[in-house]
């Protein structure tokens, strides 16, 4: 339950970051590094 809370409290910290200058920029890297973490998980199971 405590997880489940986090994950949402860091999904609308990276929304209301959207609204500063470097906000967008913060956001996409964020999805970059999600992204890269997905295949890392995908290459280990695949091995």
């Known amino acids: 339950m405590i997880a489940t809370g986090l ?4 999904g609308i910290l990276l929304v209301e970051t959207r609204r500063w200058p470097g906000g967008r920029s913060l956001v996409q890297g ?3 590094c999600v992204a890269l973490v997905g295949l890392w ?3 280990r199971a695949l091995a």
């Open 41 to 43: 998980f995908l290459e």
């Open 7 to 10: 994950l949402h409290l860091v």
């Open 30 to 32: 964020a999805g970059g």
